[in-house]
């Protein structure tokens, strides 16, 4: 069965890559009718819609300035795709599913998680109703609330949120990150009260903070983000001030965005959260599940060392991989959880546990090598391991995971 898959994704890689050479030869053909056409619609725009895209047209030229010929091609491809009067589901999903450029990202993931609509007239106008939305949750709820005027479980959730963000990054104690984060963990706490605040909520706002931030960096700042130039952006998002070189404007966007985004996120995720977490519960039974069937020695290792996956995989489940992968690698990760189906669930729950099974196999010869001590250390701190991996080593787990879906996955599908 090992064979098997691994020709099997041997095979599936191949035909991928001979469909992206194709297309990139096919595009570089036309290259210069659609510089042409790009021209003439461009020339179509009235002066002000020009205008209010010249900051994000400088970026944009800054960041595509060190690509190459392919990102380019991929990034040209999406802004036609965005540009479509109805976006279609199915071209933005098939386009990013191997990932999104970021000056690109935060738009795009809008979109899917359905925050941001798929029909271009309407798309400015949904945001600024959501993000008013947001700013009425904030007076009504928290601005005008004191501690004596909240309940006993709300006040503990208000404690739990802030002890749960110290644990966190540098970045995210940035005093203005800092309030963002438990603002918005609050306020959603307050609007889902069936699971109310669970401990791990606050590593999944993360990814959407991040991008948004590196989205207003880029448009603003030359095209700087934190991937690229992780102390020069920090600098400017600490600066010594309320709100640091961003406005209180851009800050009240990138809040408000990354809470309805939160909110649509698990939404889908509902059972994770609930009383005894019964989605994780079952993650991780299909997670040993998986693992048996491609690698019955390994699973039988851990048997003998009185190992449960119960005990390394909840938090895998829990918190998506947050405590054991870089966030560069879980938003590549997300772009391609975003895009795995019409169900927004489908790539943070079946594909996210064959992700963890490509994740666990990948360390298949080590853990094998040791005994109960040692597995649970290193599993528990797989992050001073995969601190070190570059691009290729999260594509490599994200293809393996790709082949254990189309072999073990109940909605088989082929994106490419």
């Known amino acids: 069965l090992i064979q098997t898959v691994k020709l099997e994704r041997q095979r599936q890689l191949k035909e991928h890559y001979e469909h992206e050479a194709a297309n990139e030869e096919k595009k570089s053909k036309s290259t210069p009718h659609s510089r042409s056409h790009s021209h003439n619609d461009n020339n179509s725009h009235n002066t002000s819609t020009t205008t209010s895209h010249s900051s994000h047209t400088s970026s944009l030229d800054t960041v595509t ?17 965005l540009r479509e009067p109805v976006l279609d589901s199915a071209s933005i999903r098939a386009s990013c599913w191997r990932g999104i450029p970021s000056v690109q990202r935060g738009a795009i993931w809008r979109i899917l998680l359905g925050y941001s609509s798929k ?3 309407r ?8 993000r008013n939305e947001y700013s009425n949750l904030i007076d009504r709820y928290y601005t005008k609330q004191s501690s004596e005027q909240r309940s006993k479980q709300e006040n503990a959730a208000i404690i739990q949120i802030a002890k749960d963000i110290k644990r966190m990054d540098a970045l995210f ?3 203005v990150i800092n309030k963002l984060l438990s603002r918005t963990l609050y306020l959603w706490s307050l609007k889902h009260t069936a699971s109310g605040y669970v401990q791990g909520i606050h590593d999944l706002i993360t990814p959407f903070v991040y991008v948004f931030i590196d989205e207003c960096l880029m448009h603003n700042f030359n095209g700087l983000n934190l991937a690229s130039d992780y102390d020069a952006a920090f600098t400017i998002l600490n600066e010594r001030s309320t709100h640091g070189k ?5 800050w009240f ?8 985004c939160l909110d649509s996120l698990i939404e889908g995720l509902q059972m994770n959260y609930v009383d005894k977490q019964p989605g994780i519960t079952l993650m991780v039974q299909q997670l040993r599940e998986v693992a048996q069937r491609i690698n019955a020695p390994l699973c039988a290792h851990l048997q003998q060392c009185q190992i ?6 909840y938090r895998w489940m829990n918190c998506l991989l947050m405590r054991e992968l870089s966030m560069t690698h879980i938003i590549r990760l997300w772009d391609t959880y975003l895009c795995e189906g019409v169900q927004l669930s489908s790539g943070f729950t079946e594909f996210h546990v064959f992700v963890c099974a490509a994740l666990l196999l990948s360390f298949s010869d080590k853990l094998m090598k040791m005994g109960f001590d040692e597995i649970i250390l290193f599993l528990q701190d797989l992050k001073s391991v995969t601190n070190t991996w570059t691009e290729r080593e999260i594509e490599t787990v ?5 082949v254990y879906q189309q072999l073990f996955g109940k909605q088989k599908q082929n994106v490419f």
């Open 308 to 313: 449960e996956f119960f005990q390394f995989a």
């Open 253 to 260: 966007i990138i809040e408000a965005d990354s809470y309805w």
């Open 173 to 175: 104690q940035i005093p």
């Open 65 to 81: 300035s060190t690509m190459s010929s392919k990102q380019r091609n991929k990034l040209n491809h999406l802004s036609k795709l």
């Open 246 to 250: 961003l406005s209180k404007q851009q």
């Open 398 to 402: 994200l293809s393996e995971a790709f």
């Open 119 to 121: 029909t271009l007239s």
């Open 123 to 130: 798309r400015q106008l949904t945001l600024t109703r959501k």
